[in-house]
């Protein structure tokens, strides 16, 4: 799905699913969405910035209030 540049600009939430994939929604979605209703090693937001040609993880927090 394409993303608007004001979506881009905002920082998404995240999980880490127990096959330790990382798994990456909007930030308006839900973690549990996210992650299937499966159990998670990590869930929280984080945040990206374009470096070189390139995007790197700016920030990264543990703020998930579904796990």
């Known amino acids: ?3 608007s ?3 881009l600009a ?3 939430i995240f999980v880490i699913g127990m096959d330790c994939a990382l798994r990456l ?3 308006r979605s839900e973690h549990v969405a996210c992650a299937g209703g499966d159990m998670v090693l990590s869930a929280g ?3 990206f910035m374009s470096e ?3 995007w790197a993880v700016s920030a990264v ?6 796990y």
Request: charged fraction near 25%; hydrophobic fraction near 25%; proline fraction near 8%.
């Open 1 to 3: 799905m394409e993303q």
């Open 5 to 7: 540049l004001s979506e």
């Open 10 to 12: 905002e920082p998404f």
């Open 25 to 27: 929604a909007p930030r």
């Open 45 to 47: 937001e984080i945040s």
């Open 52 to 54: 070189a040609g390139r």
């Open 61 to 66: 927090s543990n703020q998930s209030t579904g």
